[in-house]
């Protein structure tokens, strides 16, 4: 094959590769080559895009294209992988891939983001920031940028290139499974990256988890990867709700009441813009009429994105009004014209999720009720937990939760001051921790 033969074509808005008539490529193969590490021989191929950036993808084995492959997409960190700094986990991570793809015959590709796509020296400028206070996500909106600059269209096209269409993605982070099926990738699976904490990375960690939605047990249990891996394909599933101290979402006449303080509030919009999904059961549908945005008011800024809608309806009849997002009703019922309806006889949610993640749903924050709330948790569909409870006490908030799911068990959680409340997590749940 010569050098014209290996451009990759330019992909169109769906991500899908076009029919090669366009006159440049947006990246090219420029060099591969063979390569000896501490975690075997690995194969290297350098993409050039337009901009001149030069990305690689790592290569172990010959990975079978037939099932679905095993990679990591990773951005580069100069402080964590040269300087082996402290206050981040990534080249914990991009070792864990290295050792993985070696394990299993699969690929990392390595592009040139330093600090979430923002660049080394404003990487360096909200380091100083949050020296003085402020959180990473914070930082660098004191500076003028966004949360996460990161683009994965190269990452597609080289994925494109290598011939692998089906993954199985090695990361704690919903946003990039989400930006990655949107450009042509079918993610088939999620497989989860351990946990390795300090004191100096503890904070950063328990920030990407609250307010960027990254999925991890903050006890940094290794064996969740394995566990995960075992599970049938489905989106990723965020449970996230908000109680009173007497563990009620809505008053006795049904009413849904006023429970997050202004920072939970933009917590939870922020979790929303990284989710291609918000969920909700037909009782909140019909008595809260939710839009289930991303606001503007309480983010204090223009969202990144909106998230799909799906509804668990059961029998119910589902009445919206249709606007440029998607909308899944999963029940018998009759539903709005425009709806993508995914009918189901029973209560299970195997092949819902099943149906959801065929339509491109890659992952979802559950937000309510109860009874759907539970249902997730009693059938360990569930990869990460949040719930925040009005209150300034620890035990408080931990009854509310234990009247709210009974028989979970709450000292499996981790409780932190948040905002005006107390705000609960947990990693991934297995079946039957709510009785």
Same mark, same amino acid.
């Given at each position: ?156 096209? /080289? ?106 509030w933009r917590r939870v919009h922020e979790l929303r813009e990284h989710y291609s999904a918000v969920v909700v059961g037909a009782r909140t549908w019909q008595t809260d009429n939710p839009s289930l945005t991303a606001r503007s008011k309480q983010l204090g800024r223009k969202p990144r994105r909106q998230p799909d809608r799906v509804i668990f309806a059961g029998q119910h009849d589902c009445e919206f009004t249709a606007d440029e997002r998607r909308t899944f009703v999963v029940g018998n019922g009759r539903v709005a014209p425009g709806a993508i309806q995914i009918e189901s006889n029973d209560h299970g949610l195997t092949r819902p999720l ?67 409340? /107390? ?13």
């Amino acid at each position: 094959m010569d050098h014209e033969e290996n451009a990759i074509r330019q992909m169109d808005g769906a991500g899908n590769m076009t029919n090669g008539s366009e006159p440049e490529p947006c990246i090219r193969e420029e060099a591969t080559s063979s390569l000896p590490t501490r975690f075997g021989d690995m194969r290297f191929k350098v993409y050039r895009n337009q901009q001149g950036l030069e990305s690689m993808a790592i290569i172990s084995g010959e990975p079978d294209t037939n099932q679905p492959v095993p990679v990591r997409v990773h951005s580069a960190c100069l402080t964590g992988e040269v300087l082996s700094s402290m206050k981040c986990d990534c080249k914990s991570q991009l070792d864990y891939a290295l050792q993985y793809i070696a394990d299993k015959n699969g690929v990392v590709i390595y592009l040139p983001q330093e600090g979430r796509g923002i660049g080394l020296v404003n990487k360096i400028r909200a380091y100083s920031l949050q020296e003085q206070g402020l959180d990473t996500v914070d930082a660098n909106r004191a500076l003028g940028l966004p949360d996460d600059a990161r683009s994965y269209t190269d990452a597609a096209m /080289i994925l494109n290139n290598l011939g692998i269409r089906r993954i199985s993605l090695l990361t704690n982070n919903p946003q990039k499974v989400s930006d990655l099926t949107s450009l042509g990738i079918d993610v088939q699976d999620r497989v989860p990256l351990p946990l390795m904490a300090n004191q100096h990375s503890i904070a950063y960690l328990k920030t990407k988890q609250a307010r960027m939605g990254h999925l991890f047990d903050m006890t940094g249990n290794p064996e969740s990867s394995c566990q995960a891996q075992c599970q049938p394909a489905r989106p990723i599933v965020h449970v996230n709700f908000a109680l009173d101290p007497q563990g009620r979402t809505a008053t006795n006449s049904g009413q849904p009441m006023e429970l997050s303080c202004p920072r939970d509030w933009r917590r939870v919009h922020e979790l929303r813009e990284h989710y291609s999904a918000v969920v909700v059961g037909a009782r909140t549908w019909q008595t809260d009429n939710p839009s289930l945005t991303a606001r503007s008011k309480q983010l204090g800024r223009k969202p990144r994105r909106q998230p799909d809608r799906v509804i668990f309806a059961g029998q119910h009849d589902c009445e919206f009004t249709a606007d440029e997002r998607r909308t899944f009703v999963v029940g018998n019922g009759r539903v709005a014209p425009g709806a993508i309806q995914i009918e189901s006889n029973d209560h299970g949610l195997t092949r819902p999720l099943q149906a959801l993640q065929w339509h491109g749903i890659s992952s979802m924050l559950v937000e309510g009720g109860l009874t759907l709330l539970l249902s997730f948790i009693r059938e360990g569909t569930v990869d990460q937990l949040t719930v925040y409870v009005r209150t300034d006490a620890r035990q408080t908030a931990a009854n509310a939760i234990q009247i709210a799911l009974p028989g979970f068990p709450v000292a499996s959680l981790r409780f932190e001051r948040f905002g005006k409340g /107390i705000l609960a997590s947990s990693g991934r749940l297995t079946a039957g921790q709510a009785s």
